[in-house]
């Protein structure tokens, strides 16, 4: 199968890849140090290993264990040591513990170092290198796959999933051929690239519609912005089937999720797995929930303007939602599955304005609120200064040019 070629491409950032001695091997290596001889000691941290264990391993001290153990109590417990987590231990040449080093999780680290009276441990925050990727791809076969394999660039798909959930349904609106651009944050340790960050720009053809977000923040909210600097958000969601939802859903065996959506009658259908998570598309109260005839299993949310959803065949209602209850944009109200007159797992999605069903696919929304005239100004400048990157992102690369999947231009 031909995968999607993404290209990451940094633009005119000279960089240095630097390599200290924090490569995470098992080894032990002499090195001077202000005339001292000092012994250091990487590796990470292996399924059921403790620390007792690496100092035995490396005829440590226990006694300094405990000295560590004790510094550390109030920062973070030594007993909890994750596997596959980095650590790094300096000795000096009495084969004293000069320090110790352990990655707490991708943000903290924990450093424990020798002064006069002892051992003193403090949390800081890794400091990342961060700098602007430029992604470029075509749509083949699914929006996961296109992205490229592996968490990192998962996370990256489901964002982009989120930013245009009013606009796009990942599951089906989906066309060979469809491009995207984006200019994310990269954030790198050590010359190497270790997880993305915010989406800060994107453009998405899709089915001969281009959309744009640009990330901007004010009065301590950040949201993403059309290109007239209007909020994406809308009263609806796109679909009551939500891409993250699916997708993070069904992790068992990798699940691309592709749905089907067919319009037998005043609603749509989607052939959908059973137990794939429902959400309401606005706000609203729930004016029924529960047995309906042919509708099975069904939830009815009354939103603002007249309008109503229904979501039926359920499997299941999710606890909690009952007549009444105060629904959120994108809360989970049940789980797709064939209840009533249906011969197999589907939702049965349909709207109404003053109960007249209309199709949800074509109704006009208006977008979300707009950035202040005041601030027109600045999200212009971070917008063209957006829009110059996104040139720079030509052309996506198809999948048919080559083989050469995830390739990275450095
Ligand atoms: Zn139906």
Not at 11 to 33: C, D, R, V, Y
Not at 353 to 372: C, D, E, M
Request: hydrophobic residues 35%; charged residues 25%.
């Amino acid at each position: 199968m031909r995968k999607a070629v993404m290209a990451v491409i940094f633009l005119g950032i000279a960089f240095l890849i630097i390599k200290t001695n924090f490569n995470i091997t098992n080894e032990s290596e002499q090195f001077p140090s202000s005339g001292k001889v000092y012994r250091e000691i990487c590796g990470t941290i292996k399924r059921g290993e403790t620390l007792f264990d690496i100092f035995k391993k490396y005829s440590l001290d226990i006694k300094e264990l405990f000295y560590l153990k004790e510094a550390s109590a109030n920062i973070h417990k030594l007993r909890e040591l994750y596997p596959g987590r980095p650590y790094k231990i300096i000795i000096d040449e009495n084969n004293k513990i000069n320090s110790f080093t352990y990655w707490i999780n991708e943000d903290s680290i924990l450093n424990i170092n020798r002064n006069e009276s002892g051992f003193c441990a403090e949390k800081k925050n890794v400091e990342y290198e961060r700098r602007l990727e430029h992604i470029g791809g075509t749509i083949k076969d699914n929006l996961i796959s296109s992205v490229g394999e592996g968490k990192e660039n998962l996370m990256l798909a489901l964002q982009l999933s989120d930013i245009f959930a009013w606009d796009i349904d990942f599951t089906t609106d989906l066309r060979n051929g469809d491009t995207f651009k984006i200019v994310v944050e990269g954030y790198y340790l050590d010359g190497e690239f270790k997880k993305y960050g915010e989406i800060l720009s994107t453009e998405f053809f899709n089915n001969g519609v281009t959309f744009y977000a640009y990330r901007f923040e004010y009065d301590g909210r950040t949201d993403y912005y059309d290109t007239e600097g209007r909020s994406l958000r809308k009263a609806f969601l796109k679909a009551p089937l939500s891409f993250r939802r699916i997708s993070s859903g069904f992790t068992g065996k990798r699940f691309h999720p592709i749905l089907k959506i067919y319009r037998p009658h005043q609603g749509l259908d989607y052939a959908a797995p059973s137990g794939a998570p429902v959400s309401s598309v606005g706000d609203g109260t729930v004016t029924f929930a529960g047995y309906k005839g042919q509708y099975g299993k069904l939830v009815v949310i009354k939103h603002p303007n007249n309008y109503k959803t229904y979501y039926g065949h359920l499997s299941k209602i999710e606890k909690g939602i009952t007549k009444g209850i105060k629904i959120t944009q994108g809360q989970i109200i049940g789980y797709v599955g064939t209840t009533g007159l249906s011969t197999g797992p589907h939702l049965h999605y349909e709207m109404r304005i003053n109960n007249n069903p209309v199709n949800p696919l074509v109704v006009k929304l208006t977008r979300g609120t707009s950035i202040p005239k005041t601030l027109m100004a600045g999200f212009r400048d971070f917008k063209n200064e957006m829009d110059a990157r996104l040139a720079l992102i030509t052309p996506p690369v198809f999948a048919f040019a080559g083989e050469n999947k995830n390739s990275r231009l450095q």
